[in-house]
């Protein structure tokens, strides 16, 4: 790591259970090269591992998410042997060549996105389970255009979030993908103006920090393994139900009580926080 920039990652705990994580290399445009990748891999596992952070917001610092995988650095150091990015591992998981890539985070992420999020950048995005951009943002897979594959991930969740064939589309012809036209196919769940959508996210964040995190997480759990790993609806269903079911007497009657006491009414979303 001592040939990257002390900075490349900004990693923050916060003392309200908001994790950030933040891509700082504006020189190259935010784009990751194997130091940074291992960089952010670390702040995810971080945010992962600790029990007072609860809700990770991802940013870019200077306006861009980020532009991919460092392809000068790439140029550079395959020159002599034409080896692709080396694979790397921590803590016995296998990492993407842009980072936590592979990695199915265990607790809620949210994106923001200035600017552009394109090849390794967009893949990088499709980390969150919510993803606000600015109304200047772009999304493509502009690394069609150098004949570099999407290796990170995106095959695989960009079809699951969007569609086989808006997938499709944004895959074989590389073009780019505005905020407006992201937020009509599903890319995107909110568009904000420029330089806000940081602020967004963590509100977003907060909101998320005020319900039952058992019951919330549970919930997102079930969502990623029927979308990703159930073997049938049946199983999909099951696992949802023997999940589920498990914070029934730990946060659904404490919930249920308070209904019944007239919290909650009318779409009222000032509960208490169990």
């Given amino acids: 790591m001592s040939n990257d920039e002390p900075e490349s990652v900004l990693f923050r705990r916060g003392t309200d259970g908001?994790?950030?994580i933040a891509i700082n290399r504006v020189q190259r445009r935010n784009a990751v090269n194997p130091a940074t990748a291992l960089k952010l891999a670390q702040a995810f596992t971080s945010f992962e591992e600790d029990e007072t952070q609860k809700i990770c917001v991802f940013h870019s610092t200077h306006g861009s998410f980020c532009a991919g995988f460092d392809l000068v650095e790439l140029a550079q150091t395959a020159a002599s042997n034409k080896t692709p990015p080396s694979v790397q591992t921590l803590n016995g998981?296998?990492?993407g060549p842009m980072g936590p890539s592979r990695m199915q985070v265990k607790k809620p992420v949210i994106c923001a996105?200035?600017?552009y999020a394109v090849a390794g950048g967009l893949e990088l995005s499709l980390l969150g389970d919510i993803r606000v951009a600015a109304e200047?943002?772009?999304?493509g897979v502009f690394c069609r255009r150098f004949g570099v594959p999407l290796i990170d991930g995106g095959t695989v969740r960009l079809q699951a979030i969007v569609g086989l064939g808006r997938a499709m589309?944004?895959?074989?012809?590389?073009r780019p993908v505005t905020a407006p036209e992201a937020l009509q196919m599903g890319l995107v769940n909110r568009v904000v103006a420029k330089g806000r959508a940081l602020d967004e996210a963590m509100k977003i964040a907060k909101q998320l920090l005020t319900f039952p995190q058992a019951c919330m997480n549970v919930d997102r759990t079930n969502c990623y393994y029927s979308a990703y790993n159930a073997k049938s609806f049946e199983d999909a269903l099951q696992q949802?139900?023997?999940s589920g079911v498990?914070?029934?007497s730990t946060e659904s009657i404490a919930g249920?009580?308070?209904?019944?006491?007239?919290k909650g009414r009318h779409g009222d979303f000032k509960t208490s926080k169990l």
């Fill in 136 to 139: 200047d943002a772009v999304f």
């Fill in 93 to 95: 998981r296998e990492l």
């Fill in 169 to 174: 589309d944004m895959i074989l012809t590389g």
């Fill in 18 to 20: 908001i994790t950030l």
């Fill in 246 to 248: 498990q914070v029934v």
């Fill in 256 to 262: 249920a009580t308070e209904f019944s006491q007239g």
């Fill in 113 to 115: 996105v200035e600017g």
């Fill in 240 to 242: 949802e139900y023997n």
